[in-house]
């Protein structure tokens, strides 16, 4: 339950809430924005890349993709740099902080180019705050009995954030301008306002109730490096590994959806009403369920929770490819949800349990790497198998990958606690 929470996963989750709230107010107004007019595209669209015209569609798509790119592919390195450090929440405040930056800039810039920068920084800001910041949430757990709940309060603050941030930045643009005593403020500049006030607000939950446990810099190895083939246990790969693979893929079918809004709506003769709620769909359940699943995974363990959870998320995707009718298509993407639900906290809890001494960062990095890459790859990944087959075809993918996922994780991860409440079960063999 929340009220048992250590306050300060309370306090990361809400500052991660007002942080995912100003980043999913972006994913809308920066396409917008870009198409309104007001910034110069030169002479980029209708150019010619490798044989491939470049459209105005492409161009706002690059500038998506380089946020989660560049936030996947530093997370790694900014997670190892944590650990060594042992100073974590520095490391925060200075990922939101160059995410304020880029919002700040946006209302000044007026060409294509800026633009990509000032996104490619606030994707670095990212790249420093998320695994600084799961790996305060793991670092905060007094038992491994504990690590479940932690991230499932934390993740359902994150999606609360990511998940109503959208609706906000669609009411914010639709009712501006709006009169000040300084002048007008369009809905553009109040949206991307919104956006600094996020970061701002949760620079300053961080700094007034978010601290370094004394134990992570003592504790910091030397060894930081990953392992991607398991070394003594039954397993050919390492646990971690794999779940950063499975999570990879939950992540990318999540973001098959959206770039196919046009042949959905068509398909099921629906709205865009009915489209926004079957794509939030995912996100409400995953809101109801992260915080019990991520405490049941402490009493019943992680395994479980993850199977069950790929299991269901095998025909959840395939479904939205053959569904006829809007309302079977919410079930199918709330189906999904609740897949999503039983793997994600359970997951990074896993990767927590089996952490090495002081390498949180560089371990859970892992994970929040593997499931920025997915939202990333996701769309690209449904342009282009939508083009490349049928309707259906992204969505068949889809499944197949939760397949492979799910084969993966039964014959390659163990277990992480043991049957008493409290021990970690011994996990596999560390150097």
Same mark, same amino acid.
């Given at each position: 339950?929340?009220?048992?929470?250590?306050?300060?996963?309370?306090?990361?989750?809400?500052?991660?809430?007002?942080?995912?709230?100003?980043?999913?107010?972006?994913?809308?107004?920066?396409?917008?924005?870009?198409?309104?007019?007001?910034?110069?595209?030169?002479?980029?669209?209708?150019?010619?890349?490798?044989?491939?015209?470049?459209?105005?569609?492409?161009?706002?798509?690059?500038?998506?993709?380089?946020?989660?790119?560049?936030?996947?592919?530093?997370?790694?390195?900014?997670?190892?740099?944590?650990?060594?450090?042992?100073?974590?929440?520095?490391?925060?405040?200075?990922?939101?902080?160059?995410?304020?930056?880029?919002?700040?800039?946006?209302?000044?810039?007026?060409?294509?180019?800026?633009?990509?920068?000032?996104?490619?920084?606030?994707?670095?800001?990212?790249?420093?705050?998320?695994?600084?910041?799961?790996?305060?949430?793991?670092?905060?757990?007094?038992?491994?009995?504990?690590?479940? $709940?932690? @991230?499932?309060?934390?993740? *359902?603050?994150? =999606?609360?954030?990511?998940?109503?941030? !959208? &609706?906000? +930045?669609? %009411?914010?643009?639709?009712?501006?301008?709006?009169?000040?005593?300084?002048?007008?403020?369009?809905?553009?500049?109040?949206?991307?306002?919104?956006?600094?006030?996020?970061?701002?607000?949760?620079?300053?939950?961080?700094?007034?109730?978010?601290?370094?446990?004394?134990?992570?810099?003592?504790?910091?190895?030397?060894?930081?490096?990953?392992?991607?083939?398991?070394?003594?246990?039954?397993?050919?790969?390492?646990?971690?590994?794999?779940?950063?693979? $499975?999570? @990879?893929?939950?992540?990318? *079918?999540?973001? =098959?959806?959206?770039?196919?809004?046009? !042949? &959905?709506? +068509?398909? %099921?003769?629906?709205?865009?009403?009915?489209?926004?709620?079957?794509?939030?769909?995912?996100?409400?359940?995953?809101?109801?369920?992260?915080?019990?699943?991520?405490?049941?995974?402490?009493?019943?363990?992680?395994?479980?929770?993850?199977?069950?959870?790929?299991?269901?998320?095998?025909?959840?995707?395939?479904?939205?490819?053959?569904?006829?009718?809007?309302?079977?298509?919410?079930?199918?993407?709330?189906?999904?949800?609740?897949?999503?639900?039983?793997?994600?906290?359970?997951?990074?809890?896993?990767?927590?349990?089996?952490?090495?001494?002081?390498?949180?960062?560089?371990?859970?990095?892992?994970?929040?790497?593997?499931?920025?890459?997915?939202?990333?790859?996701?769309?690209?990944?449904?342009?282009?198998?939508?083009?490349?087959?049928?309707?259906?075809?992204?969505?068949?993918?889809?499944?197949?990958?939760?397949?492979?996922?799910?084969?993966?994780?039964?014959?390659?991860?163990?277990?992480?606690?043991?049957?008493?409440?409290?021990?970690?079960?011994?996990?596999?063999?560390?150097?």
């Amino acid at each position: 339950m929340i009220r048992d929470t250590d306050p300060r996963v309370i306090a990361l989750g809400l500052a991660r809430m007002a942080d995912a709230l100003g980043n999913s107010f972006l994913i809308i107004v920066l396409p917008l924005y870009i198409a309104s007019g007001q910034v110069s595209l030169g002479d980029l669209v209708g150019g010619d890349l490798f044989g491939f015209v470049v459209g105005e569609e492409f161009l706002i798509g690059l500038v998506l993709s380089l946020f989660g790119f560049l936030n996947s592919f530093g997370q790694p390195f900014t997670g190892r740099l944590s650990d060594r450090t042992g100073r974590r929440k520095a490391f925060v405040l200075f990922g939101l902080v160059l995410f304020a930056v880029g919002s700040v800039a946006y209302p000044f810039l007026r060409d294509y180019w800026s633009i990509l920068v000032a996104r490619g920084f606030q994707g670095v800001g990212a790249a420093f705050t998320v695994p600084a910041t799961v790996a305060l949430v793991n670092d905060y757990a007094r038992s491994d009995r504990e690590r479940g $709940g932690n @991230f499932g309060v934390f993740n *359902t603050f994150r =999606l609360i954030g990511f998940g109503f941030g !959208p &609706i906000v +930045a669609g %009411l914010v643009i639709r009712f501006g301008p709006y009169p000040t005593p300084l002048g007008t403020l369009s809905g553009f500049d109040a949206a991307f306002g919104v956006a600094v006030a996020g970061a701002a607000a949760s620079f300053a939950l961080v700094y007034a109730l978010v601290n370094d446990p004394p134990a992570v810099e003592a504790e910091a190895s030397d060894d930081l490096s990953i392992r991607i083939l398991e070394r003594d246990g039954p397993g050919t790969f390492d646990s971690v590994f794999i779940l950063g693979v $499975g999570t @990879f893929f939950m992540a990318m *079918t999540i973001a =098959l959806f959206a770039p196919l809004e046009a !042949p &959905i709506r +068509a398909r %099921l003769n629906e709205g865009t009403f009915l489209f926004s709620v079957q794509f939030a769909a995912v996100v409400i359940a995953n809101v109801l369920l992260q915080i019990p699943v991520g405490n049941a995974s402490d009493t019943y363990g992680r395994r479980p929770f993850l199977l069950a959870g790929f299991v269901i998320l095998i025909p959840s995707v395939f479904a939205q490819g053959v569904v006829a009718a809007p309302l079977t298509m919410l079930g199918a993407r709330l189906l999904q949800g609740v897949a999503v639900a039983l793997v994600f906290a359970p997951s990074l809890a896993l990767a927590g349990d089996l952490a090495r001494e002081g390498q949180s960062g560089s371990t859970l990095s892992v994970l929040t790497m593997a499931f920025g890459l997915g939202v990333a790859v996701g769309p690209l990944a449904a342009g282009f198998l939508y083009n490349f087959g049928r309707f259906e075809t992204p969505f068949t993918v889809g499944a197949a990958a939760a397949v492979l996922a799910l084969v993966l994780v039964y014959t390659q991860v163990q277990e992480s606690l043991s049957e008493d409440a409290g021990d970690p079960a011994t996990p596999v063999a560390e150097d």
